[in-house]
């Protein structure tokens, strides 16, 4: 895989961490800014949302020109919104500098996805794709619990000014190491945008989305709300719960790795044996969730299938959005962050049912179901 896509993963490295590092940091956060933790937790839902609508209005404006340009751009300004975010003392102040970040983010990874297809030969884009997404499985591996500890020791703000460093590296790599292409395929002239938009109402890409953004739905759901249930039902103390995390994210890193071989040429195999385990497995979850033996090595798998068959999806994305060159990754940006978003309201919505805590998991179960439902109105996904 060409130096590049290596450049644009350390990019996604610090965006995950980002994202995901709030997890761990809220308690302190909202004491210090004066806030309850459910307001606090605002924050993430802010940054959900704005990945979500940022991905296609910002890769609508960053669509003409050269891809080096825009990256760099997304990058600076993500490292900015988290340096201010580092400096003030006023939540919403921090809550408009999420937002602000969410759409340098979103609009970084669905140019970063377009132009990792372009790096590459037509039939290597999820092998391509697996290389940017590792920077997300290894920020769930080591950047979370890299700003848990920061926290920790230094406090919440600690983290975010190690996110902001994090990118000043991504960012001399991308100005040196990438080249100065434009993000469509082989160089020729993009699209018209309206013709690219177009391509939404082509049932093979709407069906990709919707699959994508519910097996999404339900890793983010079940992901989002793991900690309490190691605490919980599974009866460990919370030191376990970084390892369950680790666990999780070492799968996620496992799978997407792998099906990054598959993705291009055998789609169908990862879909039709992930598929099923991911259907199983969630509600396998909840049923043994008392029993931490189980539950260990099942948070690993779920990781790993998850991500394996998430990262799939995602490529099929690619592949179904070949007539919008330049919003393509956009349109892939969008399921995921869609996923992202619904995935843990849905699961919080569980809480307060007979289920508790186990709750999501089943959610999971559930929100697999539908998109294997989804998946036979058309046996092949692409």
């Known amino acids: 895989m060409p130096l590049p896509l290596y450049l644009l993963a350390l990019a996604v490295f610090a965006m995950g961490t980002s994202e995901f590092m709030l997890a761990g940091l809220l308690p302190g956060l909202a004491a210090d800014l004066g806030v309850t933790v459910g307001t606090a937790g605002g924050l993430t839902s802010a940054f959900a949302v704005g990945m979500a609508v940022g991905a296609p209005l910002t890769a609508a404006l960053a669509r003409n020109r050269p891809g080096r340009g825009s990256l760099l751009g997304f990058v600076l300004v993500f490292a900015a919104a988290h340096a201010a975010g580092a400096l003030t003392g006023n939540f919403p102040v921090l809550l408009a500098t999420r937002v602000v970040?969410?759409?340098?983010?979103?609009?970084?990874?669905?140019?970063?996805?377009?132009?990792?297809?372009?790096?590459?030969?037509a039939d290597r884009k999820g092998r391509a794709l697996a290389v940017l997404l590792s920077g997300t499985t290894v920020a769930t591996v080591a950047g979370v619990p890299g700003g848990a500890v920061l926290g920790a020791l230094f406090g919440w703000r600690a983290a975010f000014w190690a996110v902001a460093l994090l990118c000043l590296p991504a960012a001399a790599g991308i100005a040196k190491g990438l080249p100065p292409v434009a993000t469509s395929a082989g160089g020729r002239p993009a699209p018209a945008l309206r013709a690219e938009v177009a391509e939404l109402r082509r049932p093979g890409l709407l069906r990709a989305m919707l699959?994508?953004?519910?097996?999404?739905?339900?890793?983010?759901?079940?992901?989002?709300?793991?900690?309490?249930?190691?605490?919980?039902p599974a009866g460990l103390g919370e030191l376990w719960v970084p390892v369950a995390l680790?666990?999780?994210?070492?799968?996620?890193?496992?799978?997407?790795?792998?099906?990054?071989?598959?993705?291009?040429?055998?789609?169908?195999?990862?879909?039709?044996?992930?598929?099923?385990?991911?259907?199983?497995?969630?509600?396998?979850?909840?049923?043994?969730?008392?029993?931490?033996?189980?539950?260990?090595?099942?948070?690993?798998?779920?990781?790993?299938?998850?991500?394996?068959?998430?990262?799939?999806?995602?490529?099929?994305?690619?592949?179904?959005?070949?007539?919008?060159?330049?919003l393509a990754g956009a349109y892939a940006t969008a399921a995921l962050n869609l996923g992202a978003t619904a995935g843990p309201l849905l699961a919080a919505a569980t809480l307060g049912t007979a289920a508790g805590d186990l709750g999501p998991f089943y959610a999971g179960g559930l929100l697999v179901a539908a998109a294997l439902l989804v998946a036979t109105v058309r046996p092949r996904v692409g």
């Not at 699959?211 to 919980?232: C, E, Y």
């Open 246 to 326: 680790v666990l999780f994210g070492t799968g996620s890193f496992a799978g997407v790795t792998v099906a990054g071989r598959l993705a291009d040429r055998r789609p169908g195999l990862v879909l039709a044996v992930g598929g099923p385990l991911l259907l199983a497995g969630w509600p396998a979850l909840a049923v043994l969730a008392g029993v931490p033996a189980a539950l260990l090595p099942l948070v690993f798998l779920l990781g790993a299938v998850s991500f394996a068959v998430g990262g799939t999806l995602i490529t099929r994305v690619l592949y179904e959005a070949t007539g919008a060159p330049t």
């Open 211 to 232: 699959l994508a953004a519910l097996v999404n739905a339900a890793t983010f759901g079940g992901f989002t709300f793991l900690a309490p249930v190691v605490t919980g």
């Open 101 to 121: 970040a969410a759409l340098a983010n979103a609009g970084f990874l669905a140019v970063a996805l377009t132009t990792a297809a372009a790096l590459v030969p």
